[in-house]
């Protein structure tokens, strides 16, 4: 069987931005005026309008309804079971957190390996680390060192 050619460069970065604003209104799912996680009502309907079909066989692929226009820092975080997080905000720029393993619960929800959560600019939150500890990967457009 022959192996499909694989181009990932379809879309200009500009156009995948247009994307996700045209599904973001097509689902009506708010980003901007609130924190938003993989676990919020409204969400699926935003990722099935946001699912790539440009992926070699055996994958799947979404863009997550939300974007950040900026330059970014990258941070991996391991928390301790029951850690929390006092309320706090990243008035610098907005952030994206990716739940690697274990879990946290933010406004009880629990997020775990492989749930997102995005951060507006200044957008106060907390959250507790779950029983099991947690490893996070964050994306920031400011930078929490």
């Known amino acids: 069987m022959a192996q499909q050619t694989f181009d990932p460069n379809r879309l200009t970065f500009e156009q995948g931005v247009e994307?996700?604003?045209n599904a973001v209104?097509?689902?009506?799912?708010?980003?901007?005026?609130?924190?938003?996680?993989?676990?919020d009502p409204g969400v699926e309907k935003a990722l099935?309008?946001?699912?790539?079909?440009n992926v070699p066989p055996g994958f799947r692929k979404w863009?997550?309804?939300v974007y950040m226009a900026c330059e970014s820092q990258l941070f991996i975080t391991v928390g301790e079971p029951g850690a929390?997080?006092?309320?706090?905000?990243?008035?610098?720029?907005a952030g994206v957190r990716f739940i690697a393993g274990g879990?946290?619960?933010?406004?009880?929800?629990?997020?775990?390996a492989g749930d997102w959560m995005y951060i507006p600019a200044g957008m106060e939150y907390s959250f507790e680390v779950g029983r099991y500890g947690a490893l996070m990967c964050y994306c920031y457009c400011c930078c929490c060192a």
Do not use: C, M, W
């Open 103 to 112: 879990s946290i619960v933010y406004n009880g929800h629990e997020l775990t």
């Open 25 to 39: 209104r097509e689902s009506g799912f708010d980003v901007e005026s609130r924190i938003v996680t993989s676990r």
């Open 63 to 65: 863009q997550l309804p």
């Open 19 to 21: 994307r996700i604003k």
């Open 84 to 93: 929390q997080a006092s309320p706090h905000a990243h008035n610098d720029g």
């Open 48 to 53: 099935k309008i946001l699912e790539v079909d």
